[in-house]
């Protein structure tokens, strides 16, 4: 029987919180079972709810996003966070990435990207809006960000590896498929597998993993 993506939201303003859920509200693959408006009570709705995503503001009162995060993620390993926010300040996304978060997202975010994101995060990958990924790509390349630092690294074949390096290099399926003498559906399976022990969900995932682990240099 299928049952939708449970979600807890977090913001201390009351006007965005129900705009959120009357975003959401006629999403069948998504619903809200609670909202908090600081992360004090975020923690304890978490605890009474057992939500499957958090999505959360950073600012907040009595305790911050942040901070609500690192507990969330002591406490509660199997509830994903996700941050969303007004800023898309460098030090504000390294700390909530840092707390565990596995999403960024700014509140000017469409529906469409929402629901994608949620998906994405549920299903076990990682989701950064447009904006956000450009900010850690860059991050990354200056060492102000070190991702995955709370998981296991995977070993790849070195075919994985040239063809991460390729992708790196804006290579399409097809071109990849050509330097390497491959058919492009073995690339597509390739790629597949790369997005799926890098937990990426599209080709930006990829860049990210492969410069933060040396695999790839700018």
């Known amino acids: 029987m299928y049952h939708p993506i449970k979600i807890l939201i977090a913001d201390d303003h009351e006007i965005y919180r129900k705009g959120f859920r009357a975003l959401l509200k006629n999403e069948r693959e998504v619903t809200i079972v609670g909202e908090a408006e600081n992360g004090r009570e975020l923690v ?31 406490k509660y390993p199997d509830i994903r966070v996700m ?6 300040e460098d030090n504000l996304v390294i700390d909530m990435l840092e707390a565990g978060a596995r999403g960024y ?15 994405d995060v549920f299903e076990g990958r990682t989701y950064y809006c447009h904006d956000t990924s450009e900010r850690l790509i860059r991050m990354i390349a200056e060492n102000k960000y070190i991702p995955y630092r709370y998981h296991s690294q995977p070993n ?57 682990h040396n695999y790839f240099q700018l």
């Open 156 to 212: 790849f074949s070195r075919k994985e590896i040239e063809i991460m390096i390729l992708i790196c290099k804006q290579y399409t399926n097809k071109e990849i498929a050509s330097a390497l003498n491959l058919s492009s559906r073995t690339i597509e399976g390739y790629r597949e597998k790369i997005q799926e022990k890098t937990e990426s969900r599209n080709s930006i995932g990829i860049v990210i993993y492969a410069i933060r």
């Open 105 to 119: 997202l700014l509140k000017n975010t469409k529906k469409a990207e929402v629901v994608q994101a949620v998906k």
């Open 44 to 74: 304890d709705l978490a605890a009474m709810l057992q939500p499957d995503i958090i999505i959360t503001d950073i600012k907040m009162p009595v305790m911050d996003g942040i901070q609500a995060a690192k507990t969330i993620r002591e």
């Open 83 to 88: 941050a969303i926010s007004m800023y898309n």
